[in-house]
């Protein structure tokens, strides 16, 4: 085993830090040491910015946001389209479409997809939250916005059975060529839906 070269507090740091995604073992002592350097200006503020999210960090009941209130900012924002929802997986991805900035909607967190291989069922995701905005009215359009993915498809199936009937349109995110794509470079899946979901110009 090899020798300690440092004390419990800064090793406990290092093993947290490798659990954050995007760090390893190898970052998180790297990340680590940085952090002691600049402790004051870096470890000190980041343990008060940690200290007050952990304290003030809230889901939003309605669409299942992360914010530190409740409902949170964009369900509040009555300068969005709240009677557009567009469904997402996770929080990350709200982050995403909203840097896009394409859309002034609402959102609709639903914290994974289905995967009966990893007991992952209706009910471990904020469908049914779902299902209930939708129901209350007001609602005119629910954007389907979950990975291209076999579980993302399935669950985009799941949410569009238990919506149908209901007085609403439900859409899906085109699948197709990216944008500064090549065609040579893509995939037969990715190919045959673009010509499927082609558009008149
Ligand atoms: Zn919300």
């Given at each position: 085993m090899a020798k300690r070269v440092t004390?419990?507090?800064?090793?406990?740091?290092?093993?947290?830090?490798a659990k954050v995604p995007g760090l390893g073992p190898r970052s998180a002592r790297r990340a680590a040491l940085?952090?002691?350097k600049k402790k004051d200006q870096l470890l000190g503020p980041l343990g008060h910015a940690m200290g007050e999210?952990?304290?003030k960090v809230k889901i939003c009941s309605c669409c299942?946001?992360?914010?530190?209130?409740?409902?949170?900012?964009?369900?509040?924002?009555?300068?969005?389209d709240q009677s557009m929802i567009i469904v997402?997986?996770?929080?990350?991805?709200?982050?995403?479409?909203?840097?896009?900035?394409?859309?002034?909607?609402a959102y609709h967190v639903l914290g994974g997809t289905l995967s009966p291989l990893d007991g992952v069922g209706p009910d471990d995701l904020n469908i049914k939250g779902l299902i209930e905005r939708v129901a209350k009215g007001g609602v005119r359009e629910v954007i389907i916005a979950v990975n291209a993915?076999?579980?993302?498809?399935t669950t985009a199936h799941y949410i569009t059975d238990?919506?149908?009937g209901m007085d609403v349109k439900i859409t899906r995110l085109a699948h197709g060529v990216p944008v500064g794509g090549e065609l040579?470079?893509?995939?037969?899946?990715?190919?045959?839906?673009?010509?499927?979901?082609?558009?008149v110009i």
């Open positions: 004390g419990p507090e800064i090793e406990k740091l290092i093993q947290l830090l940085h952090l002691i999210a952990y304290d299942g946001n992360v914010d530190t209130i409740d409902p949170c900012t964009v369900c509040t924002d009555d300068r969005r997402v997986e996770d929080v990350s991805d709200l982050w995403a479409l909203e840097r896009a900035g394409a859309m002034n909607a993915t076999v579980e993302g498809q238990h919506l149908v040579d470079y893509l995939d037969e899946g990715t190919l045959s839906a673009a010509l499927r979901a082609r558009t």
